[in-house]
């Protein structure tokens, strides 16, 4: 089992930053970890992966280029750089795990952190 935290979120002005980050508990080894993001009325999507050794990451078409993904195994942590933030990236983010490879689907992640709001102003 994993325990996911997320924390770092908060409200930004259009063009600005902020970076999440999840902490991770428990059996994290050769886990794979992912962001999602859900904004109201809207399905939850995917937003970046990473491997468990860090070296394969895949982005979402609308934040390639903005958002960075990476972890860090002797602290159990994995963080998602936001920059050049816009209003559509408002949303509530989570952090997701999953033993084996990156995927950018929602459903085949096993662990879940319990989200934490983005709100980004115009």
């Known amino acids: 089992q994993v325990q996911l935290v997320e924390s770092g979120g908060g409200l930004v002005q259009a063009g600005g930053s902020l970076r999440l980050s999840c902490a991770a508990s428990?059996?994290?080894?050769?886990?794979?970890m992912g962001w999602f993001r859900q904004a109201p009325g809207k399905e939850r999507e995917f937003v970046a992966a990473?491997?468990?050794?860090?070296?394969?990451?895949y982005y979402a078409d609308s934040v390639k280029g903005r958002f960075t993904i990476s972890r860090d195994n002797a602290k159990n942590t994995v963080v998602l750089q936001m920059n050049s933030l816009k209003p559509e990236d408002t949303a509530v983010y989570y952090c997701?795990?999953?033993?084996?490879?990156?995927?950018?689907?929602?459903?085949?992640?096993?662990?879940w952190g319990q989200g934490t709001q983005v709100t980004v102003s115009s």
């Open positions: 428990g059996r994290t080894f050769s886990v794979a």
């Open positions: 997701a795990g999953r033993p084996g490879g990156i995927n950018s689907s929602p459903s085949v992640y096993l662990y």
């Open positions: 990473i491997s468990w050794s860090g070296g394969a990451t």
